[in-house]
């Protein structure tokens, strides 16, 4: 097991800089995900942690040591790609084996190592098989396995889940999460599924351009956002933008005041989860007219039009609102989120 | 039931007479088989005057009867018998191999390289190489030959080879048939130890076996039929192939075709051969060259 220690890292491909001075470290054992758009630079960050990309500028440190300019062999790392990358010419054994082919060790050691990570995989019975063979999470438990076999220090997982149909990409969740906890090997996970950012990860790295937005854990980036974009990346639905107006000890919203000291004055945003934001009877915040409705069972979201701007809610799943009709909704003041002009959370 | 019956009967006979109707009075199925007989003709006519060739005495030779009078497998003997025909078809065997082993191997190398290496130059390499298939090979042969020549490669099973040890439209057919492979099979392989020839050779290559196999077959059928650069550069009997030692057949009063025929015949048996086992892998590796070129 290791550290993994990213110093200032850059890249750039000519002039485009596409990373810009990336600063981040994974404590021994721990489960970090990177997590953000297409094109935000996620893969890009684990590749040069891999070393399959060069680092342009900063440090990569993995286990204290600066490996910038060692080969991807050399680093101690076992990576898992998006689409596998198990060899469909080669039986399940020979993929899980193929890491071990330059460990110095017999055999039957070799092969034990084979059967044990077959077995912890619940491959066992499918080792004499071919790719082929397999469904998605097999040959996703086979990718896994391969890189199980060399025992590395650092697990990469790059959007491994991302091929799989629903059902099967929450299962094999579960089961990389209970693998994390069985050898708390450290391991940085890229996806640009939120939903499995928070429920893998020890900690969470959101990206965009090329700029680490926030780090911290799934409560902290979903309860504090640093600013609106991970307010609106993290949670689904995303979270509801109002423009606001904030005065001494209270904030104007869609024409009414809420009392919420924002501890400055002039224009704010004002975030409110679809979750916290409830179609009641009682006192309300907002009054608004329903244009959509999307049941989801015990619950139904219900879109409402407030004075020309459309919030999500959440409404009682068996006693609806009707379509059209005009709604109250109301949210606890301490449940808004604020952000200033620049998009960044008002403390 | 027996409604249903009725209905489902009624309905397979409207089916059957419908086919039988659009069968033979489609005029556009008419013409296309009509073409398609006609072309089959064109091209099994000249094996089949071949193989009838083969099995007449000079006498008949110019009847253009396809069954001889007195059919006789005389030629046959007589051009197994004699040592030279086993010796040039022994020529040929080798030089298609070495070369097919050789120009497989460079092609699918530099074809690789091309196509998973990023370096200054590439595209322009690449241009260069595929732009020498618009060289006929009329006009290659006075510089190989000058290239023989210099280098005493002349009358050499090596000067028969060199030409072919490594192909434009192998580097052209493989750099494709890579794209197919994703690179993240190679890195994997890579964060796995391999060096970069190892990559190239136990994962690369296996997922591209099909296009190797087409290949093999393609340059290892041109070589076993080429003549033209054979017959330049060879001039002791020994070191003829195949197709050039027919030739020998020829005498200055007379052309021996009965014999000519029968080595013919005989030097199809390998291409039969290796079409029959591989011709999966040539339909496959036609099909795909044609989807990616």
Same mark, same amino acid.
């Given at each position: 097991?290791?550290?993994?220690?990213?110093?200032?890292?850059?890249?750039?491909?000519?002039?485009?800089?596409?990373l810009h001075g990336l600063s981040l470290d994974v404590a021994d054992g721990e489960f970090v995900v990177l997590v953000g758009p297409s094109g935000c630079g996620k893969s890009t960050t684990l590749r040069m942690i891999a070393g399959l990309e060069d680092v342009s500028g900063g440090e990569v440190r993995i286990g204290g040591q600066v490996v910038n300019h060692l080969e991807p062999k050399d680093r101690n790392i076992a990576m898992v790609f998006q689409n596998y990358a198990i060899y469909p010419h080669m039986t399940v054994r020979k993929n899980i084996g193929f890491g071990l082919r330059r460990a110095k060790m017999p055999a039957a050691d070799k092969a034990r190592r084979i059967e044990e990570v077959a077995a912890i995989l619940s491959m066992t019975d499918y080792l004499d098989r071919k790719p082929a063979q397999l469904s998605g999470g097999q040959r996703q438990r086979v990718a896994i396995g391969r890189a199980m076999v060399r025992d590395p220090a650092v697990f990469l997982f790059d959007e491994p889940l991302s091929n799989l149909d629903a059902q099967l990409r929450s299962q094999m969740r579960l089961e990389i999460k209970k693998l994390h906890q069985r050898m708390h090997t450290t391991?940085?996970?890229?996806?640009?599924?939120?939903?499995?950012?928070m429920t893998m990860a020890d900690r969470i790295v959101i990206m965009k351009d090329g700029h680490i937005q926030q780090v911290g854990t799934p409560a902290e980036v979903f309860h504090q956002p640093a600013n609106i974009f991970v307010a609106q990346f993290i949670g689904a639905p995303s979270m509801?933008?109002?423009?606001?107006?904030?005065?001494?000890?209270?904030?104007?919203?869609?024409?009414?005041?809420?009392?919420?000291d924002a501890g400055q004055t002039g224009p704010i945003t004002v975030g409110i989860r679809p979750d916290d934001l409830r179609?009641?009877?009682?006192?309300?915040?907002?009054?608004?007219?329903?244009?959509?409705?999307?049941p989801l069972g015990a619950e139904t979201l219900a879109y409402v039009d407030i004075g020309g701007q459309e919030v999500v809610a959440r409404a009682d799943?068996?006693?609806?609102?009707?379509?059209?009709?005009?709604?109250?909704?109301?949210?606890?003041?301490?449940?808004?989120h604020l952000f200033d002009g620049d998009g960044k959370a008002v403390e | 039931m027996t409604d249903i019956r009725a209905s489902a009967d009624s309905l397979m006979k409207g089916q059957s007479s419908a086919r039988a109707a659009k069968g033979p009075r489609d005029p556009y199925a008419?013409?296309?088989?009509?073409?398609?007989?006609?072309?089959?003709?064109?091209?099994?006519?000249?094996?089949?005057?071949?193989?009838?060739?083969?099995?007449?005495?000079?006498?008949?030779?110019?009847?253009?009867?396809?069954?001889?009078?007195?059919?006789?497998f005389e030629n046959y003997t007589y051009v197994l018998s004699d040592g030279r025909f086993l010796r040039w078809f022994g020529n040929s065997f080798l030089i298609a191999t070495l070369t097919t082993i050789s120009a497989v191997f460079f092609d699918a190398l530099v074809g690789y390289a091309l196509c998973k290496f990023t370096f200054r130059g590439r595209t322009f390499m690449f241009i260069a190489i595929l732009s020498t298939l618009m060289i006929p090979t009329e006009m290659l042969v006075i510089p190989w030959y000058l290239m023989s020549k210099s280098f005493?490669?002349?009358?050499?099973y090596w000067g028969i080879m060199f030409p072919g040890i490594m192909t434009a439209f192998g580097t052209f057919l493989m750099?494709?048939?890579?794209?197919?492979? !994703?690179?993240?099979?190679?890195? &994997?392989?890579? @964060?796995?130890?391999? /060096?970069?020839?190892?990559?190239? =050779?136990?994962?690369?290559?296996?997922?591209?076996? !099909?296009?190797?196999?087409?290949? &093999?077959?393609? @340059?290892?059928?041109? /070589?076993?039929?080429?003549?033209? =650069?054979?017959?330049?550069?060879?001039?002791?009997?020994?070191?003829?192939?195949?197709?050039?030692?027919?030739t020998t057949f020829s005498v200055e009063q007379a052309v021996e075709w009965e014999l000519i025929m029968t080595g013919a015949a005989l030097a199809t048996i390998p291409t039969l051969i290796v079409f029959l086992l591989f011709q999966r892998y040539i339909i496959r590796g036609v099909a795909m060259a044609g989807l990616k070129g």
């Amino acid at each position: 097991m290791a550290t993994v220690s990213l110093q200032n890292l850059r890249k750039t491909y000519g002039k485009t800089e596409v990373l810009h001075g990336l600063s981040l470290d994974v404590a021994d054992g721990e489960f970090v995900v990177l997590v953000g758009p297409s094109g935000c630079g996620k893969s890009t960050t684990l590749r040069m942690i891999a070393g399959l990309e060069d680092v342009s500028g900063g440090e990569v440190r993995i286990g204290g040591q600066v490996v910038n300019h060692l080969e991807p062999k050399d680093r101690n790392i076992a990576m898992v790609f998006q689409n596998y990358a198990i060899y469909p010419h080669m039986t399940v054994r020979k993929n899980i084996g193929f890491g071990l082919r330059r460990a110095k060790m017999p055999a039957a050691d070799k092969a034990r190592r084979i059967e044990e990570v077959a077995a912890i995989l619940s491959m066992t019975d499918y080792l004499d098989r071919k790719p082929a063979q397999l469904s998605g999470g097999q040959r996703q438990r086979v990718a896994i396995g391969r890189a199980m076999v060399r025992d590395p220090a650092v697990f990469l997982f790059d959007e491994p889940l991302s091929n799989l149909d629903a059902q099967l990409r929450s299962q094999m969740r579960l089961e990389i999460k209970k693998l994390h906890q069985r050898m708390h090997t450290t391991i940085v996970f890229v996806t640009h599924d939120q939903v499995e950012a928070m429920t893998m990860a020890d900690r969470i790295v959101i990206m965009k351009d090329g700029h680490i937005q926030q780090v911290g854990t799934p409560a902290e980036v979903f309860h504090q956002p640093a600013n609106i974009f991970v307010a609106q990346f993290i949670g689904a639905p995303s979270m509801n933008l109002l423009a606001g107006q904030a005065v001494a000890g209270s904030i104007t919203v869609a024409g009414r005041s809420l009392a919420r000291d924002a501890g400055q004055t002039g224009p704010i945003t004002v975030g409110i989860r679809p979750d916290d934001l409830r179609v009641t009877d009682g006192p309300s915040s907002f009054e608004g007219r329903v244009v959509l409705l999307e049941p989801l069972g015990a619950e139904t979201l219900a879109y409402v039009d407030i004075g020309g701007q459309e919030v999500v809610a959440r409404a009682d799943g068996r006693n609806p609102p009707a379509l059209g009709a005009v709604v109250q909704l109301h949210v606890a003041p301490e449940n808004l989120h604020l952000f200033d002009g620049d998009g960044k959370a008002v403390e | 039931m027996t409604d249903i019956r009725a209905s489902a009967d009624s309905l397979m006979k409207g089916q059957s007479s419908a086919r039988a109707a659009k069968g033979p009075r489609d005029p556009y199925a008419v013409l296309r088989w009509t073409l398609l007989a006609m072309g089959a003709i064109v091209m099994v006519m000249p094996i089949v005057y071949m193989l009838s060739a083969s099995i007449k005495y000079p006498f008949e030779m110019y009847d253009l009867n396809i069954i001889p009078k007195e059919p006789t497998f005389e030629n046959y003997t007589y051009v197994l018998s004699d040592g030279r025909f086993l010796r040039w078809f022994g020529n040929s065997f080798l030089i298609a191999t070495l070369t097919t082993i050789s120009a497989v191997f460079f092609d699918a190398l530099v074809g690789y390289a091309l196509c998973k290496f990023t370096f200054r130059g590439r595209t322009f390499m690449f241009i260069a190489i595929l732009s020498t298939l618009m060289i006929p090979t009329e006009m290659l042969v006075i510089p190989w030959y000058l290239m023989s020549k210099s280098f005493g490669w002349l009358d050499s099973y090596w000067g028969i080879m060199f030409p072919g040890i490594m192909t434009a439209f192998g580097t052209f057919l493989m750099k494709q048939f890579f794209e197919t492979v !994703p690179d993240d099979f190679l890195e &994997a392989a890579r @964060i796995d130890g391999l /060096n970069e020839f190892q990559i190239w =050779w136990s994962v690369a290559l296996p997922l591209v076996a !099909p296009a190797l196999s087409a290949l &093999a077959i393609f @340059i290892f059928l041109g /070589n076993w039929t080429a003549f033209l =650069w054979p017959l330049i550069v060879t001039n002791s009997q020994d070191l003829y192939t195949l197709p050039v030692g027919l030739t020998t057949f020829s005498v200055e009063q007379a052309v021996e075709w009965e014999l000519i025929m029968t080595g013919a015949a005989l030097a199809t048996i390998p291409t039969l051969i290796v079409f029959l086992l591989f011709q999966r892998y040539i339909i496959r590796g036609v099909a795909m060259a044609g989807l990616k070129g």
